[in-house]
């Protein structure tokens, strides 16, 4: 026999006693650990839980959460320790986080009393009446004078009754009275999200989408899975013409599910109308108006049954047409967006404006005054009417684009070329009798005064803004000097009439 192969079963034997008496060792040690273990570890508890009353003090919950939370797994079967979370849950706000811990608290201490009616008044808030009546009792058979526990039975009592009107009342159709019985419910409950949904029901039945809003909005974040809610509070804001609150409604139903075939469909056509709408005004503010009236118009293709979206679109189209110097065009379509949005200043600004472009100054005052009377603290709205009052008086004196036979938004090229067919027609040369050359003469002096101010860019801003740069009263209130004419002219020497002509 091999010497190696003779001395295993000895090292064997060897290995074994020394692994037996490894274990225990090991067994007499873990006897002696838990008291130390429990002194460590119980420490550290407590100063978790100290940390935590200091921040708690001072206010930061967050913080005093976190400790709160490492005790409570050190220590998962203390019941006070799940009470004291349970109400930094609730200085959160967090009821529903806080409900497990006190459960858990009761469990482990059934007649911990302080647990049972804290969670018996969040029950009651919750509108769950059956279940805080239990808790509620419960303390009261422990401690029959207890007082609070009382007057919270008396209110899950009244709760109870009101509830029952609300809901008669609502079947009857008086939604008035089920909105004034709701309100005594909420009062009660205020985390019920059945009596906010309710209330908001009536609400709609009465025509008040805003109330309705106002209601929905904490109903549907008082349910895990509230998609129903999501969903109509999607289709109101859709309805009052926000699109953007309605697209985020919407997508917080699909946020609970993607596969929604309610809310997809609708967030579709949300999707769409807001992408239109954006790009519109993307148009608008660049200036490109033919562009942005394009998006306008489809826009009203994709949503024709919402009369909120057609005023809007109509509204925005009558902005870029007379943006656009289309005076006829923007006259028609600001009138239909007036009639569809009577209150619209915006409207009659821009109506006001196409009346200034169509030299109908007189309907320009009128809308300008209809919409100071809308907004009398809007300054573009007062300057408008100032200007629009110039213009007006001012039309019925001089007008120099009516001198030249040009319109309001006549660019230079086409003045210049007004002004020489005009020069040559009126060339007082041209007449013989002393009566016409003097008809000539003034025709002339006019038509030179015209193209001197409608040529020149500070001259024609003025004129434009109701006050005329050749009036001598202007002149002589601005300190001005006598205005020198681009041709030289002699209406009284004899013989004949001398001009000389500055066409560029």
């Known amino acids: 026999m091999e010497p190696g192969r003779g001395a295993g079963p000895g090292l064997w034997r060897c290995a074994r006693r020394l692994l037996w008496a490894a274990s225990l060792l090991c067994v007499l040690l873990d006897l002696q650990l838990p008291a130390g273990v429990l002194a460590s570890g119980q420490a550290e508890i407590e100063n978790h839980l100290e940390m935590g009353r200091k921040l708690l003090a001072a206010g930061q919950l967050a913080e005093a ?14 019941y006070l320790t799940y009470y004291k979370r349970a109400t930094i849950y609730l200085a959160m706000g967090k009821f529903r986080s806080a409900l497990p811990d006190l459960s858990k608290a009761i469990e482990l201490k059934p007649d911990f009393l302080a647990a049972r009616l804290q969670r018996g008044t969040i029950l009651l808030k919750e509108g769950n009446t059956q279940e805080a009546k239990r808790d509620l009792e419960a303390v009261l058979q422990s401690d029959p004078g207890h007082k609070e526990a009382k007057n919270q039975l008396a209110r899950g009592a009244e709760l109870e009754a009101v509830t029952q009107e609300a809901k008669a009342a609502y079947q009857r159709r008086d939604y008035v009275a089920a909105v004034r019985f709701l309100e005594r419910v909420i009062e009660i409950s205020p985390w019920d999200p059945e009596a906010k949904e309710l209330r908001a029901d009536s609400h709609l039945m009465l025509g008040d989408h805003a109330k309705a809003i106002l209601d929905l909005k904490p109903a549907a974040k008082l349910r895990t899975d509230n998609r129903a809610a999501f969903l109509k509070l999607s289709q109101l804001y859709y309805s009052l013409g926000e699109h953007e609150q309605s697209l985020a409604q919407v ?8 596969d929604d075939k309610a809310c997809f469909a609708h967030y579709k056509q949300v999707k769409k109308l807001s992408k239109q709408l954006e790009s519109a005004e993307e148009h608008v503010r660049a200036g490109r108006y033919v562009e942005a009236i394009e998006k306008y118009n489809a826009a009203m293709k994709t949503e024709p049954q919402v009369e909120v979206y057609i005023a809007k679109a109509k509204a925005r ?9 289309r005076p006829q065009e923007a006259i028609e379509v600001c009138t239909e967006a007036h009639r569809r949005d009577p209150h619209n200043v915006f409207v009659l600004h821009d109506r006001a404006e196409a009346y200034i472009l169509n ?29 629009a009052q110039k213009l007006l008086k001012q039309s019925k004196k001089r007008d120099y684009y009516k001198v030249l036979g040009v319109r309001r938004n006549a660019n230079k090229q086409e003045i210049l070329k007004a002004y020489r067919k005009l020069a040559q027609q009126w060339h007082p040369d ?22 001197e101010v409608l040529t020149d860019p500070d001259m024609r801003q003025k004129f434009d803004s109701g006050e005329d ?14 205005h020198q004419w681009p041709f030289e002219f002699n209406p009284f020497g004899s013989g004949n009439f001398h001009f000389k002509f500055h066409f560029n």
């Open 469 to 482: 740069p050749l009036d001598p009263e202007n002149q002589q209130g601005a300190g001005g000097h006598p």
């Open 65 to 78: 959460l976190s400790h709160y939370h490492s005790a409570v797994e050190g220590d998962p079967k203390n």
């Open 317 to 325: 189209i009558c902005h870029c047409l007379s943006k656009s110097q």
């Open 251 to 258: 997508r917080e139903c699909l946020k609970l599910d993607q």
């Open 359 to 387: 030299e109908e100054f007189q309907r320009a005052v009128e809308d300008y005054q209809e919409a100071k009377e809308l907004d009398g603290e809007n300054e573009e709205i007062k300057e408008g009417l100032e200007r």
């Open 430 to 451: 041209n007449f013989q009798s002393e009566d016409d050359k003097k008809e000539a003469e003034k025709k002339f002096i006019d038509i030179a005064a015209a193209k």
